[in-house]
């Protein structure tokens, strides 16, 4: 998963946010910027009872923070999520093609964009994707 910085520079880029369940968001600058949030129909916690794990069905939840309006939030997007959205990027440059190779080093991501070709590497797929989709949105 990207960190909550490099998410909110893919925003800052302009990558687009339509919440669905089970997208992952931050919310920063309200001292919860280590905190990562879900999208979900139903609230589920992992709690104790008698000294054994549960699993407990909420239906609804109380918090201080009744409601957010989604451009406070940064969308955290997921590998899959990242990599559709470098196909997009890449198809309206005309250049839709682009290989993700990964191994013990790492991974590495060879694209065409601009008539150049780029390479971008990393440790984390989502990170190495989050880094091309930068490059290109911020192009």
């Not at 990207?2 to 880029?13: H, M, P, S, V, Y």
């Not at 910027?33 to 709690?47: A, G, P, Q």
């Amino acid at each position: 998963m990207i960190d909550l910085e490099t998410a909110r520079q893919l925003k800052t880029a302009g990558l687009d946010w339509r919440p669905e369940i089970l997208d992952y968001f931050g919310i920063p600058d309200r001292h919860m910027d280590d905190r990562i949030f879900v999208i979900s129909d139903m609230l589920v916690t992992v709690e104790l009872l008698q000294g054994l794990q549960i699993v407990s069905f909420q239906g609804a939840s109380e918090w201080a923070l009744d409601y957010l309006v989604t451009t406070d939030a940064i969308w955290i997007p997921r590998e899959d999520q990242l990599r559709k959205a470098l196909e997009a990027a890449l198809l309206e440059s005309g250049r839709p093609e682009f290989r993700m190779r990964g191994g013990l080093a790492g991974y590495q991501c060879d694209l065409v964009f601009n008539e150049q070709t780029l390479s971008f590497q990393g440790d984390d797929a989502s990170q190495v994707y989050a880094q091309a989709l930068l490059h290109i949105l911020s192009d």
